[in-house]
C-alpha cells in the first residue's frame, strides 16, 4: 500500500525507519561518521580507558551520536608477553527496543600476530535488527595499549564537493585556450580520441578552438557528478576523497594512474593539472578497470609533455571493500 509520509493523517503514522530509509537512500545504506565535530575521534586517557569524542553516526540510516563533549569505554588490561586487538562499535539494534550502545570486543591474546575481532554486519533495511558500525581498534602489546586506529568511514561532504567541481569547471574553463567554446562537439565522437593520437602529438591547440567545451557542457558534467554521489544512481559507487598526485610524466604524455588499492572498478574520473602554473594541461582522461591514464600537453602548443607535473584526480566507482 502506498504511503504519503510526508502529511498529515491526524494520527501517529511516521516512524523511525522512514527517516532512516531516507538517509540510507542519500548517504548509503552503510556505517558512515559524518563530517561534524570530531567525527567519533578516539584516543587513550589511560591504559584502561578509551574515549570517544563527540560526533555523529550512520547506521544503515538509523542516526546516532555521542551527546556531550564525550564518553568513555573501558578496555581490559594486557597480559606480559602477550598481544591482542580490542574493536569497538556502536551496536544498533531496532527489536525489542531501539537503543544504542558502545561496546568492546575483546580479541583473542596470542604471543603471535593477533587478529581483530568479528562482529555484526547486520541489514536494518532488509529484516536484520542489529548492525555495527566499526569506530576504532586498539592493539595491546603486553600490558602497554598503542593509539587508537579510527576505522569509521567518512560520508561525503557535499558542499566541499561542489567546491571541488566548481573549481575543476573554472580551471577547465581558462586553461591555456581550453576555454568556452573551444572543442567542437563533433571531435568528440565516440571512438575519436584514443592512447594513439594522444601519445604523439596529435592534440595540439591549434586543434583544440572549434566550439566544445562550453558553460552549459561543464554544467551538466558537475550535475551528473553530483547526482551520483547524492541520489547513488549507481548503488555499489562511492566517491573517494581527491587524489593529489606527484607524476613523472612519460615521453609519451601519458600518465597512468592506479587506485586498485581503493577501488574494484571505476565508472568516472575527472583529472586536472594541480599547480600555479598555466603551462600545462590535462588533455585526456581515460578509464582502464582500475586505472586512469591521464594525457598532459603543453599549453602553448598542445604537444605531449613528459617531465614533472602535479595531478589532482577525482574518482567515482565501485570500492574494493564493496
Known amino acids: 500500500m502506498a504511503h504519503l509520509i ?21 548517504l548509503g545504506n552503510g556505517c558512515y561518521v559524518l563530517p561534524i565535530g570530531s567525527k567519533l575521534a578516539c584516543t587513550m586517557t589511560d591504559s584502561n580507558t578509551l574515549r ?34 580490542d574493536l569497538l562499535v556502536a551496536r544498533v539494534e531496532t527489536a525489542p527496543a531501539e537503543k ?19 562482529y555484526v554486519q547486520g541489514d536494518l533495511n532488509d ?6 558500525m566499526p569506530i576504532c ?17 567518512e560520508s561525503i561532504d557535499i558542499m566541499a564537493l561542489l567546491e571541488e567541481l566548481r ?16 572543442i567542437a562537439g563533433a571531435k568528440l565522437a565516440a571512438g575519436a580520441v584514443t592512447n594513439v593520437r594522444l601519445a604523439n602529438g596529435a592534440v595540439t591547440a591549434d586543434k583544440l578552438a572549434a566550439n566544445a567545451v562550453t558553460s552549459a557542457k561543464l554544467d551538466a558534467a558537475t550535475r551528473d557528478v553530483l547526482s551520483r554521489c547524492v541520489r547513488r544512481t549507481y548503488a555499489d559507487e562511492t566517491l573517494l576523497a581527491t587524489y593529489h598526485v606527484a607524476a613523472t610524466v ?19 574520473a575527472v583529472a586536472q593539472i594541480n599547480e600555479s602554473s598555466s603551462s600545462l594541461v590535462c588533455n585526456s582522461c581515460i578509464v582502464s578497470g582500475t586505472s586512469v591514464q591521464i594525457g598532459v600537453c603543453k ?17 567515482i566507482g565501485a570500492p574494493k571493500s564493496a
Not at 581498534?137 to 568511514?153: D, T
Not at 615521453?251 to 568516472?268: E, M, P, Q, R, W
Request: proline content about 4%; overall charge negative.
Open 299 to 315: 599549453a602553448a602548443d598542445g604537444t605531449a609533455y613528459s617531465g614533472a607535473a602535479r595531478i589532482k584526480l577525482l574518482v
Open 127 to 132: 529484516g536484520d535488527t542489529v548492525c555495527e
Open 100 to 118: 544504542v550502545e558502545l561496546k568492546v570486543y575483546k580479541g583473542d591474546e596470542t604471543t603471535g600476530t593477533p587478529v581483530q575481532p568479528g
Open 6 to 26: 510526508t502529511s498529515h493523517k491526524g494520527a501517529d503514522h511516521v516512524e523511525s525507519k522512514h527517516a532512516a530509509h531516507w538517509n540510507a537512500g542519500t
Open 137 to 153: 581498534s586498539v592493539r595491546v602489546n603486553g600490558i602497554n595499549p598503542q593509539a587508537p586506529e579510527m576505522l569509521a568511514k
Open 250 to 268: 612519460p615521453a609519451s604524455g601519458v600518465y597512468t594512474y592506479s587506485v586498485a588499492a581503493d577501488f574494484k572498478n571505476i565508472g568516472l
Open 167 to 182: 573549481d575543476y569547471k573554472s580551471q577547465m574553463q581558462t586553461a591555456g585556450g581550453i576555454n568556452a567554446g573551444g
Open 52 to 85: 570517544v569524542l563527540f560526533g555523529v553516526g550512520s547506521v544503515c540510516g538509523y542516526d546516532w551520536e555521542i551527546e556531550g563533549d564525550y564518553e568513555e569505554v573501558d578496555i581490559d588490561n594486557g597480559v606480559p608477553g602477550y598481544n591482542r586487538i
